[in-house]
């Protein structure tokens, strides 16, 4: 996979745009981009990094296949303290805290029940190696620590900084060995850690992962019916029109489907999530 690579947006199915539309704005601070029938496209900068799109009836499952998690990447830790501080202050429910080595993470979910991490990466010349191999944990968050930054900055609340990013996407897969084939050898992506046998995350150009993958809803679980509540695609961004036609090539030559158009890719995973690759200056 190129070294530039990275992920580019995601698309989630919700049930109420209005609600989810206050959420994402007032308590993780997005900025909405524009607003058109059920959809909303939603940034912190010029670009659309997240894009919902309302469906009242659509059914929320578990034990599928589909979005575990997506990953809002902040760019210092003043801002991730930034974020903390104000999910304290809307009292939003959290679901974690954690310090993984390469990172410091925090963990809720949206109103539909779609998994959010909000994190920043530590300098990669401190990230933990043992054996040539990267080591990501899970120990607790020091928040004490983590809200100190504040005391020397402005912690006036102004949303999102320019420059947040979906760092990464953690998916439910059927079968990691079918889902490795696929995101390794197909995609070209790297494994740069295994989780026992449950979890793998593979990244490009030696970040700690760009998509996360684990059976956690069940070995062999199924694909969620269409239309459900949660992903529906995540984009891929390639930096080069070349990078994608040795996508195409690498993922015809494996007999996987695919859709292709001048500048992008839209293909299923094993598991049937769904992934646009989008090459674009």
Do not use: K
């Not at 996979?1 to 109420?16: E, G």
């Amino acid at each position: 996979m190129h070294p530039a690579t990275a992920i580019d947006s995601v698309h989630l199915t919700i049930s109420n745009l209005d609600r989810s539309v206050r959420f994402y704005e007032t308590q993780l601070g997005f900025t909405v981009h524009r607003r058109e029938n059920r959809t909303a496209w939603l940034g912190a900068g010029q670009d659309d990094v997240l894009v919902l799109t309302a469906d009242e009836r659509a059914p929320r499952v578990r034990g599928t296949t589909g979005l575990y998690h997506f990953a809002v990447l902040v760019p210092s830790r003043v801002e991730l303290a930034r974020s903390l501080q104000r999910l304290v202050a809307t009292d939003t429910v959290m679901q974690g805290f954690a310090y993984h080595g390469v990172s410091e993470a925090l963990y809720l979910a949206d109103p539909d029940g779609n998994g959010i991490e909000i994190y920043r990466d530590r300098p990669r010349a401190d990230w933990p190696f043992a054996g040539g191999r990267l080591r990501m944990g899970t120990d607790p968050l020091d928040i004490d620590d983590l809200l100190r930054e504040l005391e020397s900055v402005s912690n006036a609340w102004t949303g999102l900084a320019e420059g947040t990013t979906i760092g990464h996407v953690h998916l439910h897969v059927s079968r990691l060995p079918e889902a490795e084939r696929f995101y390794v050898d197909g995609l070209g992506f790297e494994v740069m850690q295994r989780y026992a046998d449950t979890a793998l995350f593979v990244a490009a150009g030696g970040y700690h992962h760009h998509i996360g993958l684990n059976t956690w809803a069940g070995v062999g679980a199924p694909p969620p019916p269409g239309g459900a509540i949660g992903l529906r695609h995540f984009v891929i961004h390639l930096a080069e029109q070349a990078a994608l036609h040795d996508v195409e090539q690498r993922l015809r030559a494996a007999h996987v489907a695919v859709d292709a158009a001048d500048m992008s890719l839209q293909v299923r995973d094993p598991a049937q999530n769904l992934i646009l690759l989008a090459c674009r200056p």
